[in-house]
């Protein structure tokens, strides 16, 4: 028998926005040193390999397929507000060091999401 257990009461803070980046899985040093950034910004960020991309090429007027990254941050509402510009600046310089013209990011609320592209 186990004495003087102490019972731990959990802390929860309201998660309410997310960011989700969408990264080419063949530059996954630059996507890993965007994640740091996102994880000093919003205070944390996971990131899930291997997912299939599909996007139609205007200047080769094919359909391409790429192996996707994910980034995927959550943050509360002040925080996401006051980091948001940063973070995408970031997306669009990592985007330019990987000749990529646009990254698409992902934002949302539990209201409803909106896809962005930021350009180089």
Excluded at 19 to 48: K, R, S
Excluded at 66 to 91: G, K
Excluded at 97 to 108: L, N
Aim: aromatic content about 10%; overall charge negative.
């Amino acid at each position: 028998m186990v004495k003087n257990m102490t019972q731990i009461t959990p802390q929860y803070q309201h998660l309410e926005d997310f960011i989700l980046v969408y990264w080419l899985a063949g530059y996954v040093d630059e996507g890993t040193a965007l994640m740091h950034e996102i994880t000093n910004l919003l205070n944390g960020a996971t990131c899930y390999n291997g997912a299939l991309g599909l996007w139609k090429s205007p200047i080769q007027n094919q359909i391409v397929t790429d192996e996707i990254l994910f980034i995927e941050a959550f943050a509360n509402a002040q925080n996401m507000s006051q980091h948001l510009e940063t973070i995408l600046n970031r997306v669009s310089y990592w985007g330019g060091v990987c000749a990529q013209e646009a990254m698409a990011v992902k934002i949302g609320s539990m209201m409803g999401s909106r896809m962005l592209l930021p350009t180089a």
